[in-house]
């Protein structure tokens, strides 16, 4: 079945500092992938939609500055948490939707990224 | 590998009971989650179990088998808003979450 990595799987970062996560699509092309945030026991919650080779639609209440999202090839989107501050910790999780073969509503979640801001 | 497996579609009918099966192969063992996703929409969060046995939450139970590798989640008195994709979860020793395929569950009334 599909494949999604995230990278890194677990970061610790000072407050202030910035961090990256990537999120891969390993054996299909995803033009869209999703940025969740989960807290624990509780539902996902989706922060923002990525679209390859156009801006990212941030859902409400989610600042975009903070949360910079680029979709810059079919198979990567990347979510910058800028400024982190340790209400920022959190378990961030994506996900890709496979339009291949038919399969239209298939989201394929990645294995989720721990932030952890001092 | 880690591996999930749950049936790719279901279908049931309205007001009966309905069991999503979910097997595991993972490294190790931090507990395992049920959601519920409607199309286009984020998935909802069901259950989390770490002990074996039944948790009841109203209509939805889940119950866990950690020696068996094995998880089902029970539906009773279906309704036809509970037509979604029910996914399995399971978080590794690593605090990685190991996701199933998703089973879809029609519901005729």
């Known amino acids: ?118 | 590998g880690q591996n999930i497996d749950q049936p790719t579609e279901m279908t049931a009918t309205e007001g009966a009971i309905v069991q999503i099966n979910c097997t595991y192969q993972t490294s190790g063992f931090n507990g395992l989650f049920w959601y519920q996703q409607h199309a286009g929409e984020a998935p909802t969060f069901l259950s989390y179990n770490v002990l074996d046995g039944l948790e009841e939450k109203g209509r939805f139970s889940s119950f866990l088998s950690r020696s068996k590798g094995y998880s089902y989640l029970l539906l009773k008195e279906l309704q036809m808003k509970d037509s979604a994709s029910y996914l399995c979860a399971v978080m590794d020793s690593n605090y990685q979450l190991i996701w199933g395929a998703g089973t879809k569950l029609i519901i005729k009334p």
Not at chain 1, 17 to 26: A, F, N
Not at chain 1, 37 to 43: E, I, N, V
Not at chain 1, 46 to 74: C, P, R, W
């Open chain 1, 1 to 118: 079945g599909a494949v999604v990595s995230q990278h890194p799987s677990r970061v610790i970062c000072k407050s202030g500092t910035s961090v990256k996560i990537e999120c891969r699509s390993l054996d299909f092309q995803a033009t869209t992938m999703f940025w969740y945030r989960q807290f624990p026991k509780q539902s996902l919650m989706l922060m923002a939609t990525s679209n390859e080779g156009s801006k990212a639609t941030y859902e409400q209440g989610v600042e975009k500055d903070k949360f910079l999202i680029n979709h810059a090839s079919l198979t990567l989107s990347t979510l910058t948490v800028t400024s982190a501050h340790p209400e920022d910790s959190s378990f961030y999780i994506c996900s890709a939707r496979d339009l291949s073969g038919g399969h239209t509503d298939t989201q394929y979640f990645g294995p989720g990224t721990r932030l952890t801001v001092l």
